[in-house]
């Protein structure tokens, strides 16, 4: 695991219960600007029995990345919702659960 790898761990498990980020927010914050795919990759390949809160990253329209059939999906929705956020038509308002 590279350097890159470790800061955007870091930045996904301070993510406080109840809020979101998005890649491209996590990859400026760990100052790779233009690197929000390569956060998702990173996200993709974590350990399966990782207790990184990835659930907590989301794509820019505030929307899961994974097809809605999916069990990563539904995982997602159902961890988020269990936090108290408010997903609507498969979106959530980012003005609202958004961590700055």
């Known amino acids: 695991m590279n ?5 955007i761990w870091q930045t996904v498990a301070d ?3 109840g ?4 890649y491209g927010q ?21 350990p399966p029995d990782t207790e ?9 329209q505030g929307r899961s990345s994974f097809p809605e059939d999916s069990d990563k999906y539904a995982m997602q929705i159902q961890c988020l ?9 498969g979106k959530i308002q980012l003005s609202v659960y958004q961590h700055h």
């Not at 350097?3 to 800061?7: A, F, K, N, R, V």
């Not at 809020?19 to 998005?22: G, I, L, R």
């Open 52 to 60: 990184l809160p990835w659930h907590r990253v989301v794509n820019a």
């Open 26 to 46: 996590i990859a400026k914050h760990c100052g790779y600007p233009g690197y929000a795919r390569y956060v998702g990759t990173v996200l993709k390949h974590l």
């Open 81 to 89: 919702r269990a936090e108290g956020i408010v997903i609507q038509n």
């Open 15 to 17: 993510i406080p219960l």
């Open 3 to 7: 350097e890159l790898d470790t800061m």
């Open 19 to 22: 809020k979101v980020m998005t």
